[in-house]
């Protein structure tokens, strides 16, 4: 989600002094935009983002307005089963997962070995291998050979599983074993609960719930739309998931938040910021957790997590908040016309870190929020039978040529 500072970094459409791809004869074909920008691949119910006006929504309801108003379960609720939860709903909803998740007795004393092959990776590295362990113990079938009911037990279960695989994970190669959740504890404050194995303030648990529900889903970004292409061959919905954690892995999608308060602990001081941010831009360099690929406006995901910040204060929050303000005062006398504002990584890694969690956990946690989307994406895919079958153009050498002798 980072881009470059000056548009050379990052070209929409290849150079001009390239040559010409060869041409195909097939009628068929239709060339896209490099990278699918702006290509409307399919129709969906579940979200949308709205970039030039700086607004996103689950379903009919502003993702933003969700996040300030109502919990992570109702909004688990909304995006799996299509309406938001009255009370009874809610609370049956909240046993219905919080019994989910408990570690599988199959998967328990494969965990410390897992964690101890992938301990230079962190936890998610070996989310995906535990994760289709505990698919394979429950017996979890294609897409394809299950019934839409099914579809949805699968995708809980797999929803309420991934935070206590992450946290054991995580605590399990730092040394420590791990925290059985608590059915008592809403989604997020037990997620907190078994990473520190404290119960968390109120405050930070609620800041960690707003973060989980505001990057729960956001259009058909790299790793949605690899959870559906892969949905579309009637695979089973744990493959569906890990596609999407493999999309995730990259930096330019769901690593930044550490990148993005590495960054503040580069700059180091108040005095440094204005020389730091010019060398950069100038440079052409990135500056992490600042530009969108979408928004062409200021992210609502880092306006709400801004005020949530701020909220908390202190020290690293104001500094934060003078490095977003001096980026954009000095990209504006130093790209006129290029705009460039925070994305949801910036202050998300500050959010997190305020709350007391890991650096290395940053993007774990957001995946935590993420495969919530991605099921609901992974089961709206699974009811179109079409199968997602791209072309590409060929631009090799000249074909069929002889095969020369040995």
Same mark, same amino acid.
């Given at each position: 989600m980072?881009?470059?500072?000056?548009?050379?970094?990052?070209?929409?459409?290849?150079?001009?002094?390239?040559?010409?791809?060869?041409?195909?004869?097939?009628?068929?074909?239709?060339?896209?935009?490099?990278?699918?920008?702006?290509? &409307?691949?399919?129709?969906?119910?579940?979200?949308?983002v709205?970039?030039?006006?700086?607004?996103?929504?689950?379903?009919?309801?502003?993702?933003?307005?969700?996040?300030?108003?109502?919990?992570?379960?109702?909004?688990w609720?909304?995006?799996?089963?299509?309406?938001l939860?009255?009370?009874?709903?809610?609370?049956?909803?909240?046993?219905?997962?919080?019994?989910?998740?408990?570690?599988?007795?199959?998967?328990?004393?494969?965990?410390?070995?897992?964690?101890?092959?992938?301990?230079?990776?962190?936890?998610?590295?070996?989310?995906?291998?535990?994760?289709?362990v505990?698919?394979?113990?429950?017996?979890?079938?294609?897409?394809?050979?299950?019934?839409?009911?099914?579809?949805? /037990?699968?995708?809980?279960?797999?929803?309420?599983?991934?935070?206590?695989?992450?946290?054991?994970?995580?605590?399990?190669?730092?040394?420590?074993?791990? &925290?059985?959740?608590?059915?008592?504890?809403?989604?997020?404050?037990?997620?907190?609960?078994?990473?520190?194995? /404290?119960?968390?303030?109120?405050?930070?648990?609620?800041?960690?719930?707003q973060?989980?529900?505001?990057?729960?889903?956001?259009?058909?970004?790299?790793?949605?739309?690899?959870?559906?292409?892969?949905?579309?061959?009637?695979?089973?919905?744990?493959?569906?998931?890990?596609?999407?954690?493999?999309?995730?892995?990259?930096?330019?999608?769901?690593?930044?938040?550490?990148?993005?308060?590495?960054?503040?602990?580069?700059?180091g001081?108040?005095?440094?910021?204005?020389?730091?941010?010019?060398?950069?831009?100038?440079?052409?360099?990135?500056?992490?957790?600042?530009?969108?690929?979408?928004?062409?406006?200021?992210?609502?995901?880092?306006?709400?997590?801004?005020?949530?910040?701020?909220?908390?204060?202190?020290e690293?929050?104001?500094?934060?908040?003078?490095?977003?303000?001096?980026? /954009?005062?000095?990209?504006?006398?130093?790209?006129?016309?290029? /705009?460039?504002?925070?994305?949801?990584?910036?202050?998300?890694?500050?959010?997190?870190?305020?709350?007391?969690?890991?650096?290395?956990?940053?993007?774990?946690?957001?995946?935590?929020?993420?495969?919530?989307?991605?099921?609901?994406?992974?089961?709206?895919?699974?009811?179109?039978?079409?199968?997602?079958?791209?072309?590409?153009?060929?631009?090799?050498?000249?074909?069929?040529?002889?095969?020369?002798?040995?």
């Amino acid at each position: 989600m980072n881009v470059a500072t000056t548009p050379a970094q990052a070209p929409e459409t290849a150079p001009e002094t390239a040559p010409a791809p060869a041409r195909t004869a097939d009628p068929s074909q239709i060339d896209v935009p490099r990278g699918l920008k702006g290509v &409307v691949v399919t129709e969906t119910g579940l979200s949308d983002v709205r970039g030039t006006e700086g607004f996103y929504h689950y379903r009919q309801y502003s993702a933003i307005d969700l996040a300030q108003q109502r919990t992570l379960e109702d909004v688990w609720h909304l995006m799996l089963l299509g309406e938001l939860p009255d009370e009874a709903r809610l609370a049956a909803f909240r046993a219905r997962t919080a019994r989910l998740r408990h570690l599988p007795a199959a998967l328990r004393p494969l965990l410390p070995a897992l964690a101890a092959a992938t301990a230079r990776g962190g936890a998610l590295s070996a989310l995906g291998a535990a994760l289709s362990v505990a698919a394979a113990d429950r017996g979890i079938r294609p897409l394809y050979d299950t019934a839409p009911e099914q579809r949805i /037990e699968d995708a809980l279960f797999a929803t309420s599983l991934v935070p206590t695989l992450l946290t054991a994970l995580y605590r399990l190669q730092h040394g420590e074993q791990p &925290v059985e959740p608590r059915e008592d504890l809403g989604h997020a404050a037990n997620y907190l609960y078994m990473l520190t194995g /404290e119960e968390p303030a109120p405050a930070a648990a609620r800041a960690v719930e707003q973060y989980l529900i505001s990057t729960v889903d956001h259009g058909f970004n790299a790793s949605t739309f690899t959870a559906r292409v892969i949905a579309s061959t009637g695979a089973d919905l744990v493959a569906c998931l890990l596609g999407g954690l493999g999309a995730l892995s990259g930096p330019l999608h769901g690593g930044a938040p550490s990148r993005a308060l590495d960054t503040l602990d580069e700059i180091g001081t108040p005095d440094r910021i204005d020389d730091w941010i010019r060398t950069r831009v100038l440079a052409g360099d990135r500056i992490m957790g600042f530009g969108h690929p979408v928004y062409r406006t200021e992210d609502p995901r880092s306006r709400m997590l801004r005020g949530i910040a701020q909220g908390f204060g202190g020290e690293l929050v104001d500094f934060a908040v003078t490095v977003e303000e001096r980026v /954009e005062a000095i990209l504006a006398e130093l790209k006129p016309g290029r /705009e460039l504002h925070t994305n949801v990584e910036f202050y998300a890694g500050v959010v997190m870190h305020l709350c007391g969690l890991p650096r290395e956990m940053f993007t774990p946690t957001f995946a935590a929020a993420r495969v919530i989307g991605w099921s609901a994406n992974i089961l709206e895919q699974a009811a179109d039978p079409k199968i997602i079958r791209p072309a590409a153009r060929y631009t090799g050498a000249p074909a069929p040529q002889p095969v020369p002798a040995r």
